[in-house]
């Protein structure tokens, strides 16, 4: 069976801070791994990745895959209050016509 | 503005009634996808439709219908058999592209059961 695994659930840092966030998957024809934060309703897109190796960067908040040990990180450095959001990390499989398949999420809460 | 509206944001059921909750998007995207997500739960897929008037049960269809019956809308029709409908329901739509299934999410619809 397909699943998507995030860890930790849930974490609480101080503003300036730097956070790693986890994502491990098993999946059968991997095709791509997408991040999105979702800060009260619609999650929002933040990254697609496909290739191992190749870091994804926006502003402060990076990401990359890995492909041989099944896993992705999204770091984001300098953390601010308005990063705290829960970031959803969903593979899409080959297997089901490309549909996600969603992890439970992380809750990122900063504190000032 | 592009995006995904769906409505209401809050649904009240009563017991044994059926409720509909809208979506629609005006992205020009061929594929429409429901959601359910419940407290420190990851997003489940209810339905989704690759094409107009066609459509496929995903993870947990049991309790729901859907319809496509024009590319900008896709309603989600909670029925009366689903027994625990308390939920926050999120719709989403792409393009599939090969590996770019990039889907955007509208801001979604809390439901609750009086």
């Known amino acids: 069976e397909d699943k998507v695994v995030q860890s930790p659930l849930s974490l609480v840092v101080h503003e300036g801070d730097t956070v790693t966030l986890n994502c491990s998957y098993e999946?059968?024809?991997?095709?791509?791994l997408l991040w999105y934060k979702q800060e009260k309703k619609a999650p929002t897109f933040l990254f697609m990745l496909?290739?191992?190796?190749i870091e994804k960067k926006s502003g402060r908040l990076s990401s990359i895959l890995d492909k041989k040990e099944l896993f992705s990180i999204l770091n984001i450095t300098a953390t601010q209050t308005g990063d705290s959001a829960v970031y959803l990390c969903?593979?899409?499989?080959?297997?089901?016509?490309?549909?996600?398949?969603f992890g439970k999420g992380t809750k990122l809460s900063v504190k000032p | 503005d592009g995006g995904i509206t769906q409505s209401p944001k809050y649904l009240f059921r009563k017991e044994g009634q059926n409720v509909t909750l809208s979506c629609e998007q005006n992205l020009n995207h061929d594929a429409m996808y429901w959601y359910r997500q419940d407290p420190g739960q990851g997003l489940r897929l209810i339905y989704y439709s690759q094409i107009v008037n066609d459509f496929q049960k995903g993870d947990i269809a049991e309790g729901y219908s859907v319809s496509r019956e024009k590319k900008e809308s896709f309603p989600l029709t909670v029925t009366s058999a689903q027994k625990n409908p308390t939920a926050f329901y999120l719709c989403?739509?792409?393009?599939?592209?090969?590996?770019?299934?990039?889907?955007?999410f509208g801001a979604g619809t809390r439901l609750s059961v009086l």
């Open positions: 496909t290739s191992s190796g």
């Open positions: 969903a593979v899409a499989s080959g297997g089901s016509q490309g549909n996600l398949i």
């Open positions: 999946v059968t024809n991997f095709r791509s």
């Open positions: 989403a739509s792409s393009t599939p592209q090969g590996a770019k299934n990039i889907q955007y």
